[in-house]
Each structure stands twice: as structure tokens, then as C-alpha cells.
């Protein structure tokens, strides 16, 4: 992973791209232990060059829901950032921060107990992680806006999409979870319905 992530991140900057090349995505219960072997692996060199890490905080409550005992997503993402910047490192002249982006994070229908528990915890997650400061968290994205883009098991209490793909046909494709609402009401957003084209899929 290192030397790929090495390997593109000075590709990209050979060609002067504005495109940030990132570290990761550590998930899985040894993120841990993953993300600080990664790390060790990186130059001075490799950090002036990388705009961050990338981790996957499943599992993660948010302010106890759905009430897994792996803590809280805020304080993965900052045990995150501390693995990634070591403190011992952190004080030497000319150290490159990397703040975590959170590429993938979200909770299924079943493991939650439906769409307004679902809302919950996506109201309650980004308004944890909004409030951490940009050097700790770059960006976080929810997995993810409609069933289809999971994988082919990813439906009914499987589902993690904020929009419906129902196989049974009984409510129309695209129609919005309570999630959908709760996360235009946290990010400042109307909700809005916007162009919807379920024919058109993810490759």
C-alpha cells in the first residue's frame, strides 16, 4: 500500500496536479496496528507529498448509537490523527501534518433498527466529526446515497443508502430514508429532491 500510494503521490506531483494522493483506507478491528505500520513507512519525503490518510471508522458509535462497544467515531478519528502524526515526530522542524479523511463510513437499516435510528446516528456522526478541527479531519463521506452502489447483498436490513432500492418493487426506486433528511438538516441543506436517474449504475 505504502509504495503504491509513494509511487502515485509523485506522479502526480511530476505533473503539478492539484489532485491530493492519500494514505490508506485502514478498516477492519487491527486499523490500529495497520495504520501505525503504514505510517512508519512513510519519508519526510512521502508526507510532503501526501494530503492525508484515509480510514473507515465502521463500528463506531455516535453519541451510543447503535451502541457497539468500539467507542465513538470522533474519538477513532482523533486516535487516528494521533497515529498518523506521531507526537515524537510532530516537534521536528519542517513535519507534515496529515489529517484523516474519512472515505467511507456508515450503518445498516438492521443493524440499527430502521430508517429514523439511521437518521440519528447520521445526524449525530457528522455533527461529531464537523466539529473537529480541518488539521485533524480533512473530509468525511457517508456510504453510502443509494442501496445499489453497496455490494449485491446490501438491501433491505442490509442496506446502508440514504435512497431505497426496493427488489420487491413496492416503493419506487430512489425514494429518500429519513436519513436522507437528517443529512441535508446537519450539513445545511434542504433536502431537496434533486435529478434522480436509477438506470443509470455505478461500474
Not at 477492519?28 to 495504520?35: N, T, Y
Not at 510532530?90 to 507534515?96: C, E, I, K, R
Not at 485533524?136 to 447483498?153: E, N, Q
Not at 435512497?163 to 437528517?182: F, K, Y
Amino acid at each position: 500500500m505504502v509504495d503504491l500510494t509513494r509511487r502515485a503521490s509523485q506522479i502526480l506531483a511530476n505533473a503539478n496536479s492539484e489532485i491530493k494522493c492519500l494514505l490508506g483506507p485502514v478498516v477492519s478491528g487491527d486499523w490500529v496496528a495497520r495504520l501505525s505500520e503504514a505510517v512508519n513507512l512513510l519519508t519526510p519525503e512521502d508526507r510532503q507529498l501526501l494530503g492525508g490518510v484515509c480510514f473507515h471508522p465502521y463500528l463506531k458509535n455516535a453519541r451510543g448509537i447503535p451502541g457497539h462497544p468500539f467507542g465513538e467515531i470522533d474519538a477513532a478519528v482523533i486516535q487516528a490523527h494521533g497515529i498518523a502524526n506521531p507526537s515524537a515526530q510532530a516537534v521536528l522542524p519542517g513535519f507534515t501534518n496529515l489529517p484523516v479523511w474519512v472515505t467511507e463510513f456508515g450503518v445498516m437499516l438492521g443493524e440499527i433498527g430502521g430508517e429514523d435510528r439511521q437518521g440519528d446516528y447520521i445526524q449525530n456522526a457528522f455533527e461529531l466529526l464537523g466539529n473537529l478541527p480541518a488539521r485533524v479531519l480533512a473530509a468525511a463521506v457517508y456510504f453510502c446515497w443509494w442501496d445499489p452502489i453497496g455490494t449485491s447483498d446490501q438491501f433491505g436490513d442490509s442496506a446502508y443508502g440514504l435512497r431505497i432500492e426496493d427488489l420487491d418493487h413496492v416503493v419506487p426506486s430512489g425514494t429518500r430514508r429519513t436519513g436522507w433528511q437528517r443529512f441535508a438538516q446537519v450539513m445545511g441543506g434542504t433536502g431537496a429532491e434533486v435529478a434522480f436517474s436509477p438506470e443509470v449504475q455505478t461500474a
